[in-house]
């Protein structure tokens, strides 16, 4: 008989023997073991499937223990129960049962160690409490966030506005505003200095000063000045050519002193016009005082020079006049007859020297009321006077007139009258009206005698304008006309084509300021070079309605 | 005989009214100033005409226009003056013995200024034999 080892079972009965085979017992013990062993396969795979899938579980060994091993043994262990109904393997089920013994053991005891941890663990009801109060801080946080946004968004529409606002202010200044940082980049250009430069705001702005504005590069030193001191830098009446004309400005330097601003801003008028303005009230001043000068002057020459005049009238009377008694009886008391005297004075040239003597002294006489023909104070009042009259009385002043005689050979220049009959009388300052007219003679006479201009004419046309109700004068000369650039300039202060010290450059802006603002009326000119030129002076018959 | 008064303080124009007048065969009294005239015609002088100057030291020309129709002398005057803006005033325009030209120095004419005393003094004559 064979030894009954672990494995060798040949000696053991199979268990089937202990139900006596009795079928029923028998079969329900068989098929409760493999349903048994089928459940718990069943359980081992899905506690596999579920640890692999939840790759979050905390100790997966631990499941792996306690469910794979416990489980797959304990259906292992069923199975061979069910086995060894017929095959009596007793020893592989011992070994079995040992294995399900040594995990279910070791699962028991390491399950204490792991319980405080699954303790710990919240409960899906609670956990979806927390979810909700969770949720419900998040609500309340998001809001908050929606109205931090819209407030943020209302600041930033408040800001764009602000912006927009300052430009606005900024870009309606008549002024160049130019704002600078410390390294004299430009950070702000107004709509003036794209004006003035040519240069758009986007071109200009981080360009550095001296590029976008050249003509500001030697105030460079002072805005570094106005930075550094803080104070206040500026410059009256810079003047500056520009085009070949001179023009002045006004820089004034801003320092920014303000938190977190550094820099500068610098502000550019143009002054020009307000320069030659007080340039030209300096000189009418001037010219006032020497009005009044000539008033008082004219006395003290008219007085000598009466006696030196009139005495050589008496002087010619004497030495001329054969017929008057007391000059026969001096000639014959002196031992001699008025014969010879008059013989002698011939030979010599006596008498003609006489007479250059008083020519020259009417000249002077003459000088001294053309003088004083501007400086007379009864004629500053408005009378009514007829152009007609007034342009033929100037041509008579023209003819005495010293430059005009002499420097512009007036005589030899042809007049055409084409004057209206019937003109209407215009209520103006004679005077001032004959200045404007004599300047105008004054200019057309230089252009055509430099021009040379060959059998030069003054056209003078007079006319009643009825639509407009004025009274118009036109001059009209056949000189060499001006281009378009002496057209627009010609009333301006100072602005003179005329050698250095030939013109003053005051004469048509005077007469301008005289037709225009004191006497409300309208001072034209049309030209074109080698066409002449024509000056129109128009006044109201209504008289002027803003007297200065 | 036809007298005149010249009254200027400027002595080469005086002297040169002086010597035209005394060729054209006048007597002439001259003065330098307004009180100098005056004194004149206080001690017996009696031109029938006179030349007038206004500005004059002392008493002005026109004063003594004034003072010479109020003391009743009879003389045609012309103002001869070196004022342009002089104008005749009006309480002396309205005198008959006043011509109404004023002449300004310096006198190119001396016929013209001549005549119009001559005519100022007819016309003086003329109003006066109407009364």
């Known amino acids: ?548 | 005989m036809k007298d005149i008064l010249i009254l200027d303080d400027e002595q080469t124009v005086r002297q040169s009214f002086v010597d035209f007048f005394e060729d054209q065969m006048w007597q002439t009294v001259q003065a330098k100033s307004g009180e100098e005239a005056l004194e004149l015609l206080e001690k017996g002088a009696h031109p029938k005409a006179a030349i007038v100057d206004i500005r004059l030291p002392g008493m002005d020309g026109d004063a003594f226009i004034r003072e010479v129709c109020s003391r009743k002398y009879v003389m045609s005057i012309v103002v001869c003056t070196g004022s342009p803006e002089y104008e005749i005033p009006d309480d002396l325009k309205a005198l008959l013995c006043v011509s109404n030209r004023v002449f300004r120095k310096p006198v190119a004419d001396f016929n013209a200024l001549e005549v119009e005393l001559i005519s100022t003094a007819n016309n003086m004559m003329k109003e006066a034999g109407s009364e």
């Open chain 1, 1 to 548: 008989m064979n030894e009954n080892s672990f494995f060798n079972y040949d000696q053991f009965m199979p268990h089937g023997m202990c139900y006596l085979w009795q079928p029923d017992i028998l079969w329900a013990s068989v098929v409760s073991d493999v349903i048994t062993a089928l459940a718990y396969y069943s359980i081992t795979a899905a506690v596999i499937v579920f640890v692999k899938k939840r790759k979050d579980l905390p100790y997966p060994w631990f499941f792996i223990l306690a469910g794979s091993i416990i489980f797959m043994a304990c259906g292992t262990t069923h199975l061979i129960s069910a086995v060894v109904i017929w095959e009596p393997i007793y020893g592989i089920s011992a070994i079995s049962k040992s294995i399900t013994a040594i995990s279910s053991l070791a699962t028991g005891i390491l399950i204490w160690f792991v319980l405080p941890f699954f303790l710990s663990l919240k409960s899906p009801s609670v956990l979806e409490q927390v979810v909700l109060k969770r949720t419900e801080e998040l609500a309340n946080s998001n809001d908050l966030l929606n109205n931090e946004v819209a407030v943020h968004k209302q600041a930033r529409e408040q800001l764009v506005l602000l912006k927009n606002y300052m430009r606005n202010i900024i870009d309606s200044m008549p002024s160049v505003l130019i704002g600078v940082d410390l390294d004299s980049k430009v950070i702000q250009w107004n709509y003036e200095a794209e004006q003035v430069t040519g240069i758009s705001t986007e071109d200009a702005t981080g360009q550095q000063l001296a590029d976008a504005f050249p003509s500001l590069l030697c105030e460079l030193p002072k805005v570094e000045k106005a930075i550094k001191t803080r104070q206040l830098q500026n410059e009256v009446k810079r003047p500056r050519k520009q085009d070949g004309i001179l023009r002045y400005e006004d820089i004034t330097i801003y320092p920014l002193v303000t938190n977190g601003i550094e820099g500068a801003v610098i502000r550019l008028d143009d002054v020009t016009e307000q320069v030659r303005m007080e340039e030209m009230m300096i000189q009418s001043e001037k010219m006032l005082s020497v009005g009044g000068l000539a008033a008082g002057m004219a006395h003290e020459i008219n007085n000598p020079l009466a006696g030196m005049m009139q005495t050589a009238v008496v002087m010619k009377n004497r030495l001329s006049s054969k017929d008057m008694p007391a000059n026969i009886a001096a000639a014959e008391e002196s031992g001699t007859h008025l014969e010879a005297i008059h013989n002698y004075m011939e030979a010599r040239g006596i008498l003609r020297m006489v007479s250059d003597i008083n020519k020259s002294g009417q000249r002077v006489a003459n000088i001294v009321d053309n003088m004083l023909s501007f400086a007379r104070k009864n004629d500053s009042v408005y009378s009514s006077q007829n152009l007609n009259e007034l342009m033929d009385k100037t041509l008579d002043l023209a003819a005495t007139d010293y430059d005009l005689k002499k420097q512009y050979d007036f005589k030899t220049m042809n007049i055409v009258k084409s004057y209206e009959e019937s003109m209407p009388l215009v209520p103006c300052e004679s005077a001032k009206i004959q200045q404007v007219l004599l300047n105008i003679l004054r200019n057309g006479a230089q252009a055509m005698q430099s021009a040379g201009s060959e059998n030069a004419t003054f056209t003078l046309l007079t006319r009643y304008e009825a639509d407009r109700d004025v009274a118009c004068l036109e001059i009209k000369d056949n000189g060499p006309g001006m281009d378009e650039t002496t057209r627009k300039r010609v009333f301006e202060p100072f602005f003179t084509t005329k050698p250095i010290g030939e013109g003053t450059g005051l004469g048509l802006s005077v007469s301008y300021f005289i037709i225009t603002e004191n006497h409300g009326g309208e001072l034209s000119v049309v030209s074109e070079l080698g066409k002449g030129t024509s000056f129109y002076i128009r006044l109201p018959l209504s008289g002027a309605e803003k007297v200065a």
